[in-house]
Structure formats: structure tokens, C-alpha cells
């Protein structure tokens, strides 16, 4: 009897479970960090301004840098966000896992800052 095994490709697409702050979220301190917590393992080069934004009332980019370890990532904004201000964070779908699998959705949430 013979058996043939075959190596096992991951065709499984990760998923956004979790953003922090929360969506529609109020008084989040000025100094925040934005959490993104996913499925599964994400490669770190594919979270960078044009997969990731967060974006002030005035829609202009708020530049930060990530820090990912395994499947969370924290966004730093590099200066502390104005105070009683709108901010929303669009997450796009060209993020991808170690084997190249694309993120299964886009996500948009928004928060205020106190």
C-alpha cells in the first residue's frame, strides 16, 4: 500500500475581527493607538497608507507607524490626535496573510477623540 501526501496550501482568506477604538467609540484619549486584531497571521509589509488609513475630519491623512506581531497590529498616530475631533480608519482589502491570501473585506469605522 502506497500513500501520497500532499503539502497543504492555505487558501483561507483573513479577516478584520476587532478595531480598537470601537466604531462610533467617544472621548478616546488623544495619545490612542489603533489596534486591528485579524483571523490568522498578516504579513507586515501589506499594512502600510495604501491598505491603511486614519483620517482627521478633514479627511487628511494622520501618518503613524505599525507595529505587527502575528495577527494584531497597532497603528501609533505620530503626534497626539486633536482634541473633540471626528477620526475614521478605512482599512482596505489588499492586506494579506503569509500566503498571500487577501483580506476578505474592506472595513470603515469612525471614533471621537475628548
Known amino acids: 500500500m ?9 487558501r483561507i482568506q483573513p479577516r478584520l475581527l476587532l478595531v480598537t477604538p470601537q466604531d462610533n467609540a467617544s472621548g478616546v484619549a488623544t495619545d490612542s493607538s489603533i489596534q486591528l486584531s485579524f483571523s490568522e497571521q498578516i504579513l507586515s509589509e501589506s499594512l502600510n497608507a495604501e491598505n491603511f488609513s486614519l483620517l482627521d475630519a478633514d479627511g487628511k491623512s494622520v501618518p503613524g507607524v505599525f507595529n505587527t506581531s502575528g495577527s494584531d497590529s497597532v497603528f501609533t498616530p505620530s503626534a497626539t490626535l486633536d482634541n473633540f475631533r471626528e477620526y475614521r480608519i478605512e482599512v482596505g482589502t489588499r492586506i ?11 472595513s470603515e469605522t469612525s ?4
Open 96 to 106: 494579506n496573510d503569509l500566503s498571500g491570501n487577501f483580506l476578505d473585506g474592506s
Open 111 to 114: 471614533f471621537e477623540t475628548c
Open 2 to 10: 502506497t500513500f501520497k501526501t500532499e503539502d497543504y496550501v492555505d
